[in-house]
């Protein structure tokens, strides 16, 4: 399947909605992946919805599993064909990335290239050959793509709520999953579903949804080290977290300029990480107040937690 760019309607200059350009990305991603003779898998999205995992929603974004020792390879796949990766977090990274984020002007979704997905800490390479082998098709833009099985598909739901735990969004879908999903599963995916996390050395990340299905005394299956990232991820404070660090190791001359790009990044930047912020300077220059007092505010709240970790 070529690159569908520019796109617009058949009649008219329209651009498609995203759901839209969500359900060919699906089917634009999984043909590239296999005229390339790539193993890639598409998650979470629409296939939530089919597999009623969730309740109905629209989707912004195409998200996709690579085989770890290709997903750079892949994203290089994509570069002809206009998808470039979006500007970095100009926060700097404290924590490792899970995924490489493409966007195109012609189209009003990004790709989220994923080689792993936090929370399963076990060998990457290891954790994507078995959701490989244990995966199933679904019909995305009348297609056929290949995509996780239903317990894979359950533990990345469960964790995708889970790194994000306050979040309203989180604990409507953990709920869902909790009073929908666990009533439906038998003991025989019960206990294969327990069997996955094991594997993927997910026991610690997936306690509460473990609960859930009934299984007491989880074992923990992190070190310290992992076990102590974890934390930080599902705190509301990972960003500020990550600027706390990038401070601590910078020089004491630097550190000036170092909160200039930290509270006043430049403008295309920071309408890269804030797409909805509307055109024009106003408009910027609101979107820019707001930032800064709600940035200040999240770096007192996560001093403490930043001294708590400074060792990692």
């Known amino acids: 399947m070529n690159n569908p760019a520019p796109i617009t309607r058949a009649h008219g200059d329209e651009r498609l909605l995203v759901h839209e350009a969500v359900a060919l990305g699906h089917a634009f991603v999984s043909s590239v992946a296999q005229d390339h003779g790539i193993r890639a898998l598409l998650i979470k999205g629409p296939i939530l919805n089919q597999l009623n995992l969730r309740e109905p929603r629209a989707s912004s974004d195409v998200d996709v599993l690579v085989d770890p020792a290709r997903r750079d390879e892949f994203v290089l796949l994509l570069r002809p064909l206009l998808w470039v990766e979006r500007p970095v977090d100009y926060s700097g990274k ?15 979704c990004d790709i989220d290239v994923h080689d792993h997905y936090p929370g399963l ?16 098709l679904a019909t995305v833009a009348n297609q056929q793509v290949p995509t996780l099985s239903l317990l894979g598909h359950i533990v990345i739901a469960a964790l995708h709520s889970l790194r994000d735990p306050t979040a309203g969004r989180s604990v409507r879908e953990l709920a869902f999953l909790n009073d929908r999903v666990i009533p439906m599963l038998s003991n025989e995916q019960r206990t294969e579903l327990l069997s996955l996390c094991k594997q993927f050395r997910a026991l610690e990340t997936m306690r509460p949804f473990l609960t859930g299905l009934g299984f007491a005394g989880i074992a923990r299956d992190l070190t310290a080290v992992e076990r102590k990232m974890w934390l930080i991820r599902i705190s509301d404070q990972q960003q500020s977290f990550r600027w706390l660090r990038r401070f601590a190791d910078t020089p004491l001359t ?16 920071f309408r890269a990480h804030h797409p909805a912020t509307p055109s024009g300077k106003v408009a910027l ?12 505010a999240a770096l007192k709240r996560s001093y403490s937690l930043y001294r708590r970790n400074r060792r990692l």
Do not use: C, M
Not at 94 to 108: D, K, V
Not at 124 to 129: E, G, I, L, P, R
Not at 285 to 296: K, T
């Open 94 to 108: 404290a924590l490792p990335t899970h995924a490489i984020h493409l966007i195109n002007e012609s189209w009003p």
């Open 121 to 136: 800490f076990a060998d990457k390479q290891a954790v994507f050959d078995r959701l490989w082998n244990d995966r199933t």
């Open 254 to 269: 630097e550190r000036p300029a170092l909160v200039r790009q930290a509270l006043f990044p430049p403008g295309t930047a």
């Open 285 to 296: 220059l609101e979107a820019r107040i707001s930032f800064i007092v709600a940035r200040v």
